[in-house]
C-alpha cells in the first residue's frame, strides 16, 4: 500500500483495493473506543471524556480519508494484528467513501460534544451520533456490512457519482456498482 493514497492498484482486478480483514479490524477497535465513549459519557456522565474520544475517532477517519489507511491509527494496528492472515481484497473506493461518511459523523460527535460538555440539553444530538456510529462499526466488524458502501452503490444507481470504469467488488459483491 502506498503511504499516501487509498489502497493499493492491483492490476488484475483493475482498480485499487483494502484487505477486507484489515478493515473489519479497524472497525472492530473504532468500535471499542466507541463503546468506551457511550460507557463514560451516557452511563458515567463523564461528558469530558467525550471530545478525546470522538476526537480521535474524527483523527482516525481524517487520516484514512486524506492521506490514507496506512497512517489510521486503527488500520494499522489491524494491520499489524492480521499480518498473518491471506488477504482478503475488496474495491477501495466504496471504502473511502463510507470512512468519509464515518469523519463527517464523528466530526460532528466532536464538535457538539464541547456543547454537551456546558448543556447537557445536547445529550440526544451527541447520543444518536454516537449509536448510529456504533451500530454501523458493529454491522461492519460482526457481520462484513457496510452501509456506507451500499450508500455509495446507491449514489452510483441513481446518478450522483459516476460509475467506475472498473467494477469494484466488496463483501459478498453486496455493493456491486452494476
Keep these: 500500500m502506498a503511504l ?11 482498480y485499487h483495493t483494502l484487505d477486507e480483514r484489515e478493515v473489519r479490524g479497524s472497525s472492530g477497535l473504532m468500535l471499542v473506543v466507541g463503546l468506551v465513549a457511550v460507557i463514560n459519557g451516557f452511563v458515567l ?4 471524556v467525550l471530545p478525546w474520544l470522538t ?3 474524527a483523527l482516525n477517519f481524517a487520516l484514512a480519508v486524506f492521506l490514507g489507511p ?3 491509527p486503527t488500520y494499522a494496528l489491524a494491520r499489524l494484528l492480521t499480518w498473518r492472515q491471506t488477504p482478503l481484497l475488496i474495491g477501495a473506493i466504496q471504502k473511502r467513501f463510507a470512512w468519509t461518511l464515518g469523519l463527517l459523523m464523528t466530526a460532528s460527535a466532536f464538535g457538539l ?9 445536547w445529550f440526544e444530538p451527541v447520543c444518536m451520533i454516537c449509536l448510529v456510529c456504533l451500530l454501523l462499526l458493529f454491522l461492519e466488524t460482526a457481520f462484513g456490512i457496510c452501509v456506507g458502501c451500499q450508500i455509495y452503490r446507491l ?8 460509475a467506475p470504469k472498473v467494477k469494484p467488488n466488496c463483501m459478498g459483491d453486496a455493493c456491486a456498482t452494476e
Excluded at 456522565?45 to 469530558?48: D, G, L, V
Excluded at 460534544?113 to 440539553?121: E, G, K, N, V, Y
Design 113 to 121: 460534544s464541547f456543547l454537551l460538555i456546558q448543556d447537557a440539553s
Design 155 to 162: 449514489a452510483v444507481r441513481i446518478g450522483i457519482f459516476p
Design 45 to 48: 456522565q463523564r461528558y469530558e
Design 70 to 72: 496506512k497512517l489510521s
Design 4 to 14: 499516501f493514497g487509498f489502497g493499493d492498484h492491483d492490476d488484475t482486478l483493475g
Design 55 to 57: 476526537g480521535f475517532l
